[in-house]
């Protein structure tokens, strides 16, 4: 599996899950469960503070309709029901499972692919193509020090998986690039 | 000043009108254009440039349909490419803050029937919660429990914290490996690269794919391992990274340099619009923080990116309750005149705790960058999470997230509220509902949680000196919130003890009378943190309005603006420069800040190149230099431009050329030009005169020369030669004498003589 088909995959994977958290909000049927209205009713008198929870549609969401069974009757009903206080809440319980699995998934394959790069690749290609490739360009001073030196950059071959390994390759040394100004030489962001 | 003479040709472009046939027929140079890394724009030249794209599109639009189409996709492409930003941006906010919600509660325990729940999720549902224990539920465990089964004593109390250090560890950990390998750009805040990048600026990859996914990624984790940073500062890198991403979709965003900054500046506005659920704030905050030119178009583009991007956040729906924020308070009690007195207090405290956190946390960067402590950043990082999580695990205020820590803190005491903070003692018989009653005494839970307070206050302080800069995305928004929430709340309860047992002095008897609302510690929390972040970011209206679209209360207006006035005069008696600019200072970008004033009495002669003893000034003559010269004089020097002159007695000035475009040009027309050798001689001039027939083939470069390059004579003041680069964004003016070139001076000249001025180190001007 070269970069190549790593880099595409993980784009194609982050549009699909683009989708489908804007999916989930749309059409997040509105399950029973994610529309509540709790109550908190405070002591009183020798009533114990209580919290009450019901799913309850927002007009419905005050304390006569949620507070059952009602512990104090008759003339306390109206004072008790003055200490509580009612929140009707919502939440979409679709939108949090797809966006923590669609995160936990990304996280494993930028772990994954990390792995692969840091200690799999080196010893992949130390295999197969031998200790001497290692040392290619190491001393990429990409600057503008000899710009009329060997300019012969282009592949010859006009292989479009070739050009596209090239563009994986060229990704590779401008991370390295940045790494060496932030991490090394300390040069941008301290 | 004077502006050379001759028709405003830009490199590149077509010249109606005289010109040799051979001119026309020549095709221009590939490239030629672009800037270099780590290079400043030419913001006139962007300008131009979108200028003649705009008319040609506008003339062209008259000839058929399909070119009307294309004018009017042209001119409603700005406003698609802030709607998608805005789309993109809310999203990623919405993802960020539930990932983060869940993440954060992985480190205490885990939700068992539907593990993806954070806790308050989890006990949603659940109808064992009793109104003492409101947070417990059945089905959340600590770890603990799960993997001993006991949930009190000794023995759970160790694994609980052991767990809860291994895990911030891991977090962290995960944080700067994967910053490491994939996107190194996607460290620290950000806010100071957007300022110098919107300045004109070039940092290739700072705003790429790559610095998006990990920049997201890792911010979760970093924000979940219990570090003292905020997301904020990161979210307005995520949301330019959007900009950047959708205007390289559209080429006349993705080839104008100046008009890419136009969106990003509304990207930013955006960014912050979702990180406070505040869009007037979002759209302030670029204005006067992030932004260089803010024209006004963008002004209304911005407004359009931060609103679509609320919206966005808003049907995401993270908190639940239909906010944006965690921290939305809705009360409404009024303050009262004598309160101004702790207020502007407040202020005072947060401009000294906004100096003393800019030199501290500047000083500790420095040592980063200088010695060996930045050789380790894995380690350095691993540290500093291990360290914050063993001291903020025994106290129960840094035990929890910050922003559920400013959530508490803000929050006014009503009978919602179960916490130590809000344990007042209660008349058993008031048969009135417990928010009416005047100030109560204060119950023995509140003195323990001034006490955990104060020590929080303390850590926060500490380690968030240490914490910002490190090599994992940091925000500073929520830790100086917190600092000053803190603050705020323990006067707030002082003020409101004080008034409960002395009101029977002058200034609380008509203060507070029986059946009044009296003081609200939540408010004095409020104005901390305002003062607190207005004393280290040094912004003043874009603060206030943030606070107030965050708390949605109009009558508080007055008091955040006294604290943050406050806080801003106090830190500027100190130094002028926030948090922000002190960073740019720090790693030596080229930023020429439209805030300083420069009112120092030296000429154009005293700053420019080249001075006495130095070699004279490297120019090209309009013809005559050969090509292996013009190579030679590229391959010796590193300047990043010539002047163009006549000829070398003469000394007038022709023009001036960039060594990109110099450089380019030599190199296609060696490749695609046949008879092009090197001793073809170069020729700046528009006719070319007949040459023998065994002369090599002469190389044209007209097209890439600069008619009219800004000029200056040797006695303009400075001050002049400052306002021009900063109104025009030059990045270099020549300078002359009675019509005859003299010297350069380039905006690193500029900067450097600058800082001498004010007695800083002219060599930490790194970047041109």
Redesign the interface.
């Known amino acids: 599996m070269s970069h190549v088909c790593i880099n595409v995959c993980?784009q194609l994977y982050?549009l699909v899950c683009?989708l489908m958290?804007?999916s989930a909000?749309i059409s997040a049927a509105k399950n029973a469960?994610d529309i509540?209205c709790k109550c908190?009713?405070?002591?009183y008198k020798d009533v114990?503070?209580?919290?009450y929870?019901q799913n309850v549609s927002l007009k419905d969401c005050n304390c006569l309709h949620v507070v059952k069974p009602m512990p104090v009757e008759g003339k306390d009903v109206e004072?008790y029901c003055?200490?509580?206080?009612c929140?009707y809440?919502?939440?979409?319980?679709g939108?949090?499972?797809v966006?923590?699995?669609?995160?936990l998934s990304?996280?494993g394959l930028?772990?994954l692919y990390?792995v692969y790069?840091?200690l799999l690749e080196p010893t992949l290609k130390r295999r197969l193509f031998g200790h001497s490739q290692l040392i290619q360009s190491d001393d990429d001073d990409v600057g503008?020090r000899?710009?009329?030196g060997n300019?012969r950059d282009v592949p010859s071959h006009s292989n479009v998986l070739n050009k596209v390994e090239h563009a994986q390759q060229r990704?590779w040394r401008?991370?390295q690039e940045?790494?060496k100004?932030?991490?090394d030489r300390?040069?941008?962001?301290? | 000043m004077a502006a050379e003479a001759g028709p405003s040709t830009t490199p590149g472009e077509e010249m109606n009108g005289s010109g040799n046939l051979m001119d026309i027929l020549d095709e221009p140079f590939p490239d030629v254009g672009t800037y270099?890394d780590f290079h400043t724009i030419d913001w006139l030249r962007e300008k131009s440039r979108d200028t003649d794209r705009h008319r040609k599109i506008t003339s062209k639009s008259k000839e058929s349909i399909c070119d009307f189409i294309k004018s009017l996709l042209d001119a409603w492409s700005g406003w698609l490419v802030m709607l998608l930003i805005g789309l993109?941006s809310g999203?990623l906010a919405?993802?960020i803050d539930?990932?983060v919600d869940?993440m954060t509660d992985l480190k205490e325990g885990v939700c068992l029937s539907?593990f993806?729940?954070s806790h308050e999720?989890c006990c949603?549902?659940?109808?064992e919660?009793?109104?003492?224990d409101?947070d417990k539920c059945p089905q959340w465990q600590k770890w603990a429990e799960l993997m001993t089964g006991s949930s009190e004593g000794a023995a759970a109390y160790v694994l609980n914290y052991f767990l809860y250090v291994l895990w911030a560890l891991f977090f962290s950990f995960?944080a700067v490996?994967?910053v490491?390998?994939?996107?190194?750009?996607a460290?620290?805040s950000g806010i100071p690269?957007i300022k110098t990048i919107l300045s004109g600026f070039i940092?290739?990859?700072y705003l790429g794919k790559?610095t998006l996914?990990?920049k997201t990624?890792t911010l979760?984790?970093a924000v979940s391992s219990g570090l003292s940073l905020g997301k904020e500062g990161p979210l307005v890198h995520v949301a330019c990274c959007c900009g950047n991403l959708f205007s390289s979709l559209f080429s006349k965003y993705s080839k104008n340099e100046g008009k890419r900054r136009e969106v990003l500046s509304a990207a930013a506005a955006a960014g912050v619009s979702v990180a406070f659920g505040a869009p007037i704030g979002g759209v302030l905050f670029s204005l006067e923080e992030v932004s260089y030119y803010f024209p006004l178009k963008t002004l209304w583009r911005s407004f359009f990116a931060a609103l679509v991007a609320a919206f966005t956040l808003r049907?995401?729906?993270p908190f639940?309750?239909?906010r944006l924020v965690l921290f939305y308070v809705e009360y409404h009690t009024p303050w009262y005149m004598a309160e101004l007195v702790p207020f502007v207090l407040l202020g005072v405290f947060g401009g000294l705790w906004g100096t003393l956190f800019i030199r501290a946390n500047i000083a500790w960067?420095?040592r980063?960058?200088?010695t060996r402590l930045?050789r380790y950043?894995v380690l350095e990082v691993l540290v500093v999470a291990g360290l914050t999580a063993l001291l903020a695990f025994p106290n129960p205020y840094t035990r929890r997230s910050t922003s559920q820590l400013i959530s508490e803190l803000f929050n006014d005491c009503?009978?919602?509220a179960s916490s130590q903070l809000c344990d007042y003692v209660n008349d058993p018989n008031m048969?009135r509902?417990?928010d009416d009653i005047p100030d109560r005494p204060a119950g023995a839970g509140v003195y323990a949680a001034l006490w955990q307070l104060a020590l929080a206050l303390v850590f926060k302080v500490v380690i968030t000196i240490f914490t910002f800069?490190m090599?994992i995305p940091s925000g500073l928004f929520i830790p100086s919130m917190a600092v000053g929430a803190i603050a705020g709340r323990i006067v707030g309860i002082a003020v409101e003890q004080m008034a409960y047992h002395h009101h029977d002095w002058i200034i609380f008897r008509s203060w507070c009378r029986p059946g009044a609302d009296c003081v609200t510690p939540g408010l004095y929390a409020m104005v901390g943190a305002a003062a607190c972040l207005g004393g280290v970011t040094r912004m003043t209206v874009s603060l206030v309005v943030i606070m107030f679209e965050l708390t949605g209360g109009l009558e508080y207006i007055v008091p955040l603006m006294a604290a943050a006035v406050t806080s801003k005069w106090v830190a500027d008696a100190f130094g002028k420069e926030g948090i922000y600019e002190a960073?740019i200072q720090?790693?030596g970008y080229p930023f020429l800040d439209v805030k300083d004033e420069f009112t120092h009495r030296t000429l154009a002669a005293d700053v420019m190149r080249p001075r006495r003893g130095e070699p004279p000034l490297a120019v090209l003559t309009r013809e005559g230099t050969t090509v292996e010269d013009v190579?030679a004089l590229?391959?010796e020097t590193?300047y990043n431009g010539f002047p163009v002159v006549v000829s070398r007695e003469s000394e007038r000035l022709v023009g001036f050329v960039q060594?990109?475009d110099l450089?380019l040009a030599?190199?296609t027309a060696r490749q695609k030009q046949e008879g092009v050798v090197s001793g073809s001689v170069v020729y700046f001039s528009e006719e070319v005169p007949p040459l023998p027939a065994s002369a090599p083939q002469p190389l044209k470069l007209r097209r890439i020369l600069n008619l009219s390059p800004f000029t200056v004579t040797d006695h303009t003041p400075m001050e002049t030669v400052v306002d021009i680069f900063r109104k025009l964004g030059l990045r270099q003016c020549l300078v002359t004498r009675s019509g005859r070139l003299l010297g350069i001076i380039t905006k690193k000249d500029v900067l450097r003589h600058m800082a001498q001025m004010l007695n800083q180190d002219p060599d930490s001007i790194?970047f041109n």
Not at chain 2, 180 to 185: D, Q
């Open positions: 993980i982050l683009f958290i804007l909000e469960e509540r908190i009713c405070p002591p114990n503070g209580k919290i929870n004072a003055l200490h509580c206080e929140r809440e919502e939440r979409s319980s939108t949090i499972k966006t923590i699995i669609v995160y990304l996280l930028l772990l990390m790069l840091t503008d000899q710009p009329f300019t990704w401008q991370v940045q790494r100004s932030v991490f300390h040069v941008v962001l301290s | 270099e993109l999203t919405g993802v539930l990932a869940w539907v993806w729940y999720q949603w549902t659940s109808n919660t009793t109104y003492d409101r995960l490996s994967l490491r390998v994939f996107a190194p750009y460290c620290g690269e940092i290739r990859g790559w996914l990990i990624v979760v984790l049907s995401i729906n639940g309750n239909n960067c420095r980063r960058k200088t930045g950043p009503g009978s919602l048969t509902p417990v800069g090599k960073h720090l790693n190579e590229i391959n590193d060594r990109r450089t030599i190199k790194m």
